[in-house]
T-cell receptor
Framework: AQKITQTQPGMFVQEKEAVTLDCTYD???????LFWYKQPSSGEMIFLIY??????QNATEGRYSLNFQKARKSANLVISASQLGDSAMYFC???????????FGAGTRLTVKP | DTAVSQTPKYLVTQMGNDKSIKCEQN?????MYWYKQDSKKFLKIMFS???????INETVPNRFSPKSPDKAHLNLHINSLELGDSAVYFC?????????????FGSGTRLTVV
C-alpha cells in the first residue's frame, strides 16, 4: 500500500525567501511517480511538478524544484523567491506505474508574509 | 475550453435527498476519477473508471454510485444524503499508467447537506 506523509500542517515564509515543504512516502512498487499540487483559496487543484522514480535528475519547473532522495523516500518541494500568490495548500501525491491510483498527503498550508 | 468541467459548482440540499454531480473531460483521457475532499482538506479517492469500466472502488457507502456513459463522462449519484457527505467533490482525468502530467482536476463541487 502507498502512504504519503506531509508532517508540516502549516508553514510561514517571508516574501522573496525560499521555502521547503516536506514529503515522505512509502511504497513497495519499484516504479512510481511523485507529484506536487497547489490548491489556492479558490479551490482548484493546480499541477506543479513531477518526478519519476527512475529520473536521474531532480525536477525543476520555474521557481519550483523537487528535492528527490530516493533512498530516504523523500520528495520535498522547494519554492524559491516566494511570492504572495504562493499562499495556498500544497499536496504531495504518488502514483505507481502499474495502476492509475494517485494517493495524496494531508497537505501543507503555506502562508507568504509581505 | 475547460479541460475537465463539473456541474454544479455548489450544491445545497437537505438530508435524505438524492443528487447527482456531472463531470465531462475533453482531453481524450481514458481514465476518470472521483475524489472527496473533507473539511480538513484531506483528499481521498472514491472511484476510478478506465474506458467506462470501474477499476477502483474504495470503501465508500453504496449510496454513492458512479456512472460512466462514455469515456468522456463520469457522473456521481448520491442517494439518501447525510450530513457527513458534506465535502468538496473533485472529478479528475488522466492518461493510463504513468505520465508527467499527472491528473487534470475539475474545479470541484461543494456539496452542503443541511
Amino acid at each position: 500500500a502507498q502512504k504519503i506523509t506531509q508532517t508540516q500542517p502549516g508553514m510561514f515564509v517571508q516574501e522573496k525567501e525560499a521555502v521547503t515543504l516536506d514529503c515522505t512516502y512509502d511504497t513497495s512498487d519499484p516504479s512510481y511517480g511523485l507529484f506536487w499540487y497547489k490548491q489556492p483559496s479558490s479551490g482548484e487543484m493546480i499541477f506543479l511538478i513531477y518526478q519519476g522514480s527512475y529520473d536521474q535528475q531532480n525536477a525543476t519547473e520555474g521557481r519550483y524544484s523537487l528535492n528527490f532522495q530516493k533512498a530516504r523516500k523523500s520528495a520535498n518541494l522547494v519554492i524559491s523567491a516566494s511570492q504572495l500568490g504562493d499562499s495556498a495548500m500544497y499536496f504531495c501525491a504518488m502514483r505507481a506505474v502499474w495502476n492509475n491510483d494517485m494517493r495524496f498527503g494531508a497537505g501543507t498550508r503555506l502562508t507568504v508574509k509581505p | 475550453d475547460t479541460a475537465v468541467s463539473q456541474t454544479p459548482k455548489y450544491l445545497v440540499t437537505q438530508m435524505g435527498n438524492d443528487k447527482s454531480i456531472k463531470c465531462e473531460q475533453n482531453l481524450g483521457h481514458d481514465t476518470m476519477y472521483w475524489y472527496k475532499q473533507d473539511s480538513k482538506k484531506f483528499l481521498k479517492i472514491m472511484f476510478s473508471y478506465n474506458n467506462k469500466e470501474l477499476i477502483i472502488n474504495e470503501t465508500v457507502p453504496n449510496r454513492f454510485s458512479p456512472k460512466s456513459p462514455d469515456k468522456a463522462h463520469l457522473n456521481l449519484h448520491i442517494n439518501s444524503l447525510e450530513l457527513g457527505d458534506s465535502a468538496v467533490y473533485f472529478c479528475a482525468s488522466s492518461l493510463p499508467r504513468q505520465g508527467p502530467s499527472g491528473y487534470t482536476f475539475g474545479s470541484g463541487t461543494r456539496l452542503t447537506v443541511v
